[in-house]
């Protein structure tokens, strides 16, 4: 598979640990969702890929209608 920014063939596969936080100064309290995805990293151009995996998926889905419920 060759990288969807350059077309190189120069990516490596990364495991990772992400912590993502939730935006706005209301939602500072907020814990972050931690996540652990794979990451896809070009060597040549540095463009990454990753995909979250779905159990992470559904804990954002569920954080993100805590906050506009309350927003």
Do not use: W
């Not at 100064?25 to 972050?32: G, H, I, R």
């Amino acid at each position: 598979m060759s990288c969807r920014s350059c077309q190189s063939s120069n990516q490596r596969t990364y495991e990772s640990e992400i912590n993502i936080h939730f935006p706005e100064l209301n939602n500072l309290k907020k814990p972050p969702v931690l996540a652990f995805p794979n990451l896809v990293i070009c060597l040549d151009c540095g463009f990454v890929e990753t995909k979250i995996a779905d159990s992470e998926l559904q804990d954002l889905v569920e954080r993100s209608r805590d906050r506009q419920s309350r927003g």
